[in-house]
């Protein structure tokens, strides 16, 4: 007989999309505060308890079945002709029959879900009552490592990764099966787990349930995910209690230790515990961003490929880019520099509790990726906004990338971009290339060692930059323009800002504040330790520059 199991076949949102789910994923809710994470797992839990309930976001939810309806039997108690199944419910064997041929599901479903809650999942590690383990089978999680000890080695050797520490089950407490946490004790010559020796040295350990939430939350979720026959599984924070290492250790665990036949909906505000699931490159993940409009939850999915495109990007990878799906909106900007003067300035001029702490502020490494991070951030539909220096529009095909990640259409812009062009081709650049081979040489006549020095190297990348006049844009911003080409920038201007795309107009950031002369870095470092960001009027420029984050 083939295993009789209940799975989520579909789900209806309150904002009309429905997402069908195979029998092994992990859908993973993410979105901001509010924004009807847990709502869902409610929703789901709510349709198993009571079809009828209204539900607020997961309006209609499909069931299917597989397996044989005589597999299910053989998991009831039989007691006069009626069927225990579970704790609770009790069926006519033709009810039972009719239920799980009719596909009437929903009063059966209970039995095959778990809903781990943040607080029910602390309470999961409690010694729970001994039972007959040759006449009654287990009911708990606790139960079931009573009676099987390759799972209870597997589950210690996974808390032991978390927390450098055994958990142990005692055998031998009488009515009660506790749970002891510690070096696990040695057995001595003639010692068994029952042996009152063995047991004497294992009643000295701590017991789970007196230890900290982290260790408790921990082994709640362990118990139940991983020693339950439940074919779906609702976790509503896993991380919650946990350090930064542990979430995502535990996301690790969850994707590689999960049984194939098992769903899992996890709800999360944790960028560690989302890259702990990435991490496994797992094929069956599915990420959905929960974006709340009034009463309304909108649900973008990001499949698989996505995740691979973004995933395999080192860069996007190891930053904090994850974390625009806990954000209402992203600022990315090029470099890490930016990101911090920017979001400092914007903290002084606002409240940073009222205005930036919903706003998170990241960089891609350069221009050439930005185009990646927007679009796998607007796949989530997650609102974005770009800074990108004024010598972005240099490199037409970048900036059409760009602007197109965006929602831009090239052929709305290019008239706007060739007159700029145009413009900056026609203007004297500040070295010709007689000027720029000459300072070339200077340099290089000046290296005695074989292997060209780094700042040797840099002070050539300057020359070159200074044989074209966009190196005096950039120094220069908007300012540089007049007549057509400063109409065409104005206009290119203001529709990259209507689709969230800001471009530095006084050039780049280091002219924002040009009393200090430095770059990179060292600026940023000089200026927010020395500047006065709320009242300098040097920095009225940057001000109303970075008010505009607010107004898009």
């Known amino acids: 007989m083939s295993e009789a199991k209940i799975y989520v076949k579909s789900i209806t949102f309150n904002d009309g999309n429905t997402y069908e789910f195979d029998h092994s994923d992990i859908i993973v809710f993410t979105g901001a505060n509010n924004s009807g994470k847990s709502q869902v797992l409610h929703d789901i839990m709510n349709y198993f308890s009571n079809k009828n309930i209204p539900r607020i976001v997961a309006n209609n939810i499909i069931l299917e079945n597989t397996g044989d309806i005589e597999e299910l039997k053989s998991k009831c108690v039989n007691r006069n002709g009626m069927y225990f199944l579970g704790r609770i419910n009790i069926y006519h064997p033709d009810s039972l029959n009719e239920m799980w041929n009719n596909k009437d599901l929903h009063q059966i479903a209970p039995y095959f879900v778990n ?19 040759v006449n009654d089978n287990p009911l708990n999680p606790i139960q079931e490592l009573y009676i099987n000890d390759k799972k ?38 003639g010692e068994d787990r029952v042996s009152i020796a063995y047991l004497s040295k294992l009643k000295e350990l701590p017991q789970i349930q007196n230890q900290g939430d982290g260790m408790r939350s921990f082994t709640g979720i362990l118990l139940d995910t991983f020693t339950s026959n439940h074919s779906i599984t609702l976790i509503d924070e896993p991380e919650a209690f946990l350090h930064p290492p542990q979430a995502r250790l535990l996301g690790k665990m969850l994707v590689k230790n999960s049984p194939c036949s098992r769903q899992l909906f996890i709800s999360t505000h944790s960028e560690d515990f989302l890259k702990g699931l990435l991490d496994t490159d797992n094929k ?14 909108h649900m973008n999915i990001l499949n698989n490929k996505e995740i691979t495109t973004f995933w395999n990007d080192s860069i996007l990878r190891y930053s904090n880019i994850l974390s625009g799906l806990f954000h209402s909106k992203v600022v990315i900007c090029e470099s890490d520099t930016d990101c911090r003067f920017y979001q400092a300035m914007l903290n002084t001029i606002h409240n940073e509790d009222e205005v930036g702490s919903d706003i998170l502020f990241t960089h891609c490494g350069g221009k050439q990726r930005l185009k990646t991070v927007i679009s796998a951030l607007k796949s989530l539909n997650v609102k974005t906004i770009t800074i990108a220096d004024i010598d972005i529009l240099n490199d037409c095909t970048t900036f059409r990338e760009v602007t197109e990640s965006t929602g831009i259409k090239w052929t709305d812009i290019e008239t706007y971009w060739t007159i700029i062009n145009g413009y900056v081709k026609d ?14 040489e200077q340099i290089l006549g000046k290296v005695t060692v074989q292997q060209l020095p780094v700042s040797i190297a840099d002070n050539i990348k300057k020359v070159i930059k200074l044989s074209s006049a966009w190196s005096k844009v950039k120094e220069t911003g908007k300012s540089f323009f007049t007549g057509e080409s400063y109409k065409a920038f104005l206009s290119l201007y203001d529709i990259c800002k209507k689709n969230g795309l800001l471009i530095v107009p006084v050039g780049e950031l280091e002219c924002f504040y040009k009393p200090d002369s430095n770059h990179g870095t060292k600026w940023v470092n000089n200026v927010l330790e020395t500047v006065n960001l709320k009242n300098n009027p040097e920095l009225n420029d940057a001000r109303k520059f970075v008010e505009e984050i607010l107004t898009i």
Do not use: C, W, Y
């Open 115 to 133: 809903h781990l809650s943040t607080e029910n999942r602390l309470q999961a590690a409690s010694p729970i009552r001994a039972f007959d383990a």
């Open 152 to 189: 209870e080695a597997e589950l210690s050797t996974l808390f032991h990764q978390a927390f450098n520490t055994d958990i142990i089950i005692n055998r031998g407490a009488g009515s009660m099966i506790p749970i002891h946490v510690g070096q696990t004790p040695v057995k001595e010559s």
């Open 284 to 297: 069956n993940i599915k990420v959905i961003r929960i974006n709340r409009v009034d009463n309304i939850n």
């Open 427 to 440: 203007q004297r650049a500040q070295l010709e290339t007689s000027e720029v081979k000459q300072q070339i």
